[in-house]
């Protein structure tokens, strides 16, 4: 269908997703014609609340096509199904249209069938920011994929239904972080700038590691460019988004020392840049590559105090059942290396581990009574949730100890422990079944 319409995109910029969609927007604005293409509205707010305070729906009438993004994490997918199949009905009763639903993100990469059942159209697997462009494109040209769409590129896969039957389009070449944006300067959409993406340990209890089992790294050449580039429009500090961050440049379970202190240093030398933050939330490092050598190349050119680094357990049992592949010595010997260096401890805890028996317990416990004699270390809570495509997916959820829970009580009033371990027990007992 060739028309001079152009198609209207939707999607709530808002929280945990953000990050998603200064990627996903950057890389649209990367193909040539997009203005006469399509026309994005970013709502900072959910897309039910916008779609019920419509006052003026004749307007959508305008366009050849209403797309609404969603990027969904598990526990974000039974509010989803709810909401999507109200906005359904108010399309319908007021225009009656439905508009065209595209979702991506870690749920749709886990149980992409799932989504497609609870109302999507198109459901994007994986790495989706090609793909994404290409179905807008396609979908403002033709009205619909057909049978005939092949063009995807990225480790995932395309799911739609055609004549009522699913077609499942699929690519396992992994994109070129280069090629992959973390913002979008047209739409002054900012997040942290991706490094690395992928994970080689294949820890049980995690969606992400289960999916990219190898690691890939943007080239310091595209990262210091990019940063430079988000300077000159007031971007003045930069956060460094990574699944391990001192694995950056590394092609081995090892870090690369040499090649972190190239990225922060050429970083550090960029003109209005004010600070780098690199291993803290939303990033963390494993405790097993934090070394003499490795801080040696980080910590001259960075802001942050503390570094957040994933320990999980004090059980060393249950640490080799999870496969994190490290022990709980390499989490002590990380936080006394980084308290000589100057920094604090932020460390990744999770209760209700499978498996997680009594004398697991006793040992985390006895590790937070020595926590709260410190300084120098914090506690970031959270409650193991069977997440889809994990190997623990059918795991039953985590439930936090009473003997845990008063103690991480006594920490947070000591502000040394933070989270949303409670939040994620609830969770945990919502997505069991998913």
Known sequence: MTSAKKS??????????????????????????NDKRFSINIINQNLLD?????????KYLEYNQIILLFSLFSEQFLQFTKD?????????????????????????????????????DIVVQGEGEYNLAKILFNIHEEGQLDRSFNDIKGKG????????????????????????PSISFKHRLFG?????RGCTFNC???????????????????????????????????????????????????????????????????NGLDGIFFGTFPSE???????????????????NKYFTIGAQSASNRLLKY???????????????????????????????????????????LDFYKYVLKQDNIKIHTHTFMPLPGSKFENEPPGKVPKSIEKIIGQLIKEKKAYGQFQTQQKIGRLIENL
């Open 285 to 303: 490092v494993r405790p097993d590559f934090v070394s003499r050598e490795v801080l040696d190349s980080c910590v001259p050119y960075i802001s």
């Open 8 to 33: 209207l995109i939707f999607f709530n910029y808002s929280k945990p997703n953000t990050y998603s969609y200064a990627g996903l927007i950057g890389f649209l604005d990367l193909f040539p014609r």
């Open 157 to 180: 896969g395309v799911f739609y239904r055609y004549n009522k039957k699913v077609i499942v389009k699929n690519c396992q070449v992994r994109l070129n972080l280069d090629d992959c």
């Open 204 to 270: 049980k209890f995690c969606q992400y590691g289960n999916f990219f089992k190898t690691m890939k790294h943007k080239s310091v050449k595209s990262v210091v460019d990019t940063v430079r580039r988000a300077v000159e429009v007031k971007y003045d500090k930069v956060w460094l988004l990574s699944p391990n961050s001192f694995a950056y440049g590394s092609e081995s379970n090892y870090p690369n020392p040499k090649k972190i202190k190239d990225l922060l240093s050429q970083l550090s030398q960029i």
């Open 322 to 364: 999870c496969n994190r592949g490290h022990s709980f010595e390499d989490v002590l010997n990380s936080v006394d290396l980084l308290k000589e260096y100057g920094f604090e401890s932020h460390l990744d805890f999770i209760f209700g581990l499978p498996s997680e028996n009594s004398e697991d317990i006793g040992q985390n």
């Open 84 to 120: 999507l199949s109200r906005i359904k009905d108010l399309f319908k009763e007021t225009i009656g249209v439905f508009p065209l639903i595209v979702a991506g993100g870690p749920h749709c990469t886990a149980r992409p069938h799932n989504v497609l059942d609870a109302g999507a």
């Open 192 to 196: 942290p700038i991706e490094i690395s």
């Open 50 to 58: 916008y779609f019920q305070n419509e006052e003026n729906w004749e």
